[in-house]
């Protein structure tokens, strides 16, 4: 899931953390990504979603933090 995010969302930071004890069921996702920048929480969340959504099909549940990071000049 982390290297996805990196490609597809051109990411920055992104942390994958398994919260259901290693079966794999439930995970925490951070994500950083100057793409971003001028949306609203759900359109980012949207974004991950999008990017994740084959990975999401097999798992039970999802948190996800995003956050926009600056756009490098």
Sequence with gaps: ???I???ELDATAVT???TSGGCGAMF???CESPQFVGKRM???HRMVNEALKEQIAEIHGLTITTK???VAE
Excluded: G, R
């Design 42 to 44: 759900v359109a980012q």
């Design 1 to 3: 899931m982390k290297s």
């Design 68 to 70: 926009a990071s600056p």
């Design 5 to 7: 995010l990196l490609n």
């Design 16 to 18: 994958v953390k398994d």
């Design 28 to 30: 925490e996702i951070s």
